[in-house]
């Protein structure tokens, strides 16, 4: 990871910035839009449904939430690639190095998490999803409701 390789004190960071700009720039920037976008469209015409699983669903926050924390840090990732290598090396830009570090390694692990939701599917309708398939209301939301008075047994 290049976040990792700028937290060496050489001056490896003169290269290791403009370099993770440049592919942050090009081509994360636009696969985690077009990971969003397709897999929206890809959910909507395949009877998986967009909030129709649980998995699907979840998957979908972690997706947008990766894509707005990869945006919120386009900022200090320019920041970082336009320091000179004397300041990088100071101490003041540690916190900003070591941000760099966490956010793409909980980036990493987020999608990681949601590749096994992708591969195992857990089992589980969403209300939207179970009012689709039987059109009725979930049992387990009415189990322990007596049906004349609307009174908990």
Not at 4 to 30: C, E, F, K, N, R
Not at 72 to 89: D, F, G, H, K, W
Not at 97 to 112: A, D, E, T, W, Y
Not at 145 to 151: L, R, V
């Amino acid at each position: 990871m290049l976040a990792a390789a700028g937290l060496g004190g050489s001056t490896s960071g003169q290269t290791v910035y403009p370099a993770m700009d440049l592919i942050t720039q090009y081509l994360v920037v636009p696969l985690a839009v077009a990971t969003l976008t397709l897999g929206t469209l890809q959910s909507v015409v395949t009877p998986w449904g967009l909030i129709r699983h649980y998995w699907v669903l979840i998957k979908l926050i972690l997706t947008v939430l990766v894509v707005v924390v990869l945006w919120l840090q386009l900022t200090n990732i320019r920041l970082l690639a336009s320091l000179p290598v004397e300041t990088l090396l100071s101490a003041e830009w540690a916190t900003a190095k070591f941000s760099m570090v966490l956010h793409s390694g909980g980036g990493l692990i987020v999608l990681l998490g949601a590749t096994i939701l992708s591969i195992y599917k857990p089992v589980g309708l969403t209300r939207f999803g179970w009012n689709k398939r039987y059109g009725t209301t979930p049992v387990s939301e009415v189990v322990g409701t007596h049906q004349d008075s609307g009174q908990s047994v």
